[in-house]
């Protein structure tokens, strides 16, 4: 186990005073607002990850979600460096970070973890509101373009 990854996580542990434990050397599982965080050392890069899956993706919507998240990761504009994800599975969309052990400190790694979580919040409610819309991007209730079943590409 990497003792400054440890330090990094007895940090996070002493701010928010809960006693995280490190799996198999390298990971640490926890749950914070409603996300399921995986922080993980990453040796052979020294490096440290950061994942959380945001939003289960949801039947309509998929090419107006897709785009609005491509778009929001441009030059990193609404990721602040992190990149957004989807499953090999096309389930649910990750939030994911890697950052070099040596730029992490035992100050700033807690003031990371709380930034990483406060953008999953944001982009949990944009992938959300893609879901409150019918397949075709119209509210729901709305009525439907004309050409019934007769499916276009948007773009």
Not at 7 to 35: C, H, M, P, Q, T
Not at 126 to 143: F, I, K, M, V
Request: charged share 20%.
């Amino acid at each position: 186990m990497s003792s400054a990854f440890a330090g990094l996580i007895a940090s996070l542990s002493a701010r928010i005073n809960v006693e995280l434990a490190i799996e198999d050397d390298v990971k640490v599982r926890a749950d914070f607002d409603d996300f399921a965080l995986l922080m993980e050392y990453l040796p052979g890069s020294d490096q440290v990850l950061l994942a959380a899956s945001i939003a289960e993706v949801a039947a309509g919507n998929r090419l107006e979600l897709y785009r609005d998240i491509l778009q929001g990761q441009f030059i990193f504009r609404q990721t602040q460096g992190a990149s957004l994800a989807l499953d090999p599975a096309e389930k649910f969309i990750c939030l994911q970070i890697l950052q070099p052990l040596l730029a992490l400190t035992k100050d700033n790694f807690p003031d990371l973890v709380e930034n990483f979580l406060n953008l999953a919040e944001f982009w949990r409610g944009r992938c959300l509101s893609w879901a409150e819309t019918s397949e075709d991007g119209l509210e729901a209730g709305q009525p439907s373009p004309a050409h019934p079943g007769v499916e276009f590409l948007r773009i």
